[in-house]
């Protein structure tokens, strides 16, 4: 059962738009999640009508977090990936915050997963400097030094053999070329290797829907640092924007 501690989360992706209420005592999806394809093109307004709908759905009056595929200071995206370009510069907050009742919160998506996997998931008893790392059509990354997250680490573009890391790691690049569980937990693997020549993290946890099946693939992956599967798996990213929202730290 929800609990009374209540909090809306929004995590909006290239292919989809989800949203659930969120139980934020026990970390848990508090209704079902509701997918809205994501409007092509993915611009400011036309994502802001399916948040405005989506809240009205949940009846939800409430402060609202969102997360977004971009890097987030002060509420303005600074990069856009998978999503349209003209985001680039806008005010999320108060594109956003037009089209609902309550406040709103906003943050990378991939930070979004980080905060929930940090405060309910796989890094909870975790110490010193977690890494999370989303693998879906691109790869996000959550950084944390004693459960605070460093906001905006976009270190699924590090260079990898002269390629952006996500266009030859991301979980999208096993569809696109067409790689075995085993070729594609070699690209995991190049990319851990570069990563862990720059990093020395306490724990990696992997997310992204492949995070799911990480038993066909994690076993594969030679890594120095100790890996688990993240816990909360397609609910990580509404979680933490509930949880960042309820938080209020404005990142
Ligand atoms: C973006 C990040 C985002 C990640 C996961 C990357 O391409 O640069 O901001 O967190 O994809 O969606």
């Known amino acids: 059962m929800a609990g009374s501690n209540l909090g809306l989360g929004i995590d909006i992706g290239g292919s989809g738009i989800k949203g659930a209420l969120v139980d934020l005592d026990a970390g848990v999806l508090a209704s079902d999640r509701m997918r809205i394809e994501t409007p092509r093109p993915a611009t400011p307004a036309a994502v802001g009508d399916v948040v405005g709908h989506l809240v009205e759905r949940f009846d ?3 402060e609202v977090g969102l997360t977004l595929p971009a890097v987030i200071t002060d509420g303005i995206a600074r990069t856009a990936a998978n999503i ?6 806008a005010d999320v907050r108060s594109v956003l915050g037009r089209k609902v009742p309550g406040p709103v919160e906003v ?22 400097v977690v890494l999370v790392l989303t693998f879906g059509t691109g790869i996000g990354s959550a950084l944390f030094v004693g ?18 890391g996500e266009d030859v790691a991301a979980a999208s690049v096993k569809e696109r070329d067409q790689l075995s569980w085993e070729q594609w937990a070699g690209r995991v693997q190049q990319y851990l290797e570069r990563l862990e020549r720059f990093l020395w993290p306490d724990l990696i946890v992997v997310g992204g829907g492949v995070s799911k099946r990480a038993d066909k693939w994690l076993p594969l992956v030679r890594h120095r640092t100790p890996v688990v599967a993240a816990q909360l798996q397609n609910a990580a990213g509404i979680v933490g924007a509930a949880l960042a929202a309820a938080e209020d730290r404005g990142y």
Do not use: F, K, Q
């Open 147 to 164: 459960g605070r997250l460093v906001p905006n680490t976009e270190l699924g573009h590090i260079e990898v053999g002269g390629a952006d």
């Open 60 to 62: 939800w009056t409430g």
């Open 84 to 89: 349209d370009p003209s985001w680039i510069g």
């Open 107 to 128: 943050l990378n998506d991939a930070d979004a997963a980080g905060l929930a996997e940090v405060r309910y998931g796989a890094a909870r008893d975790a110490t010193g």
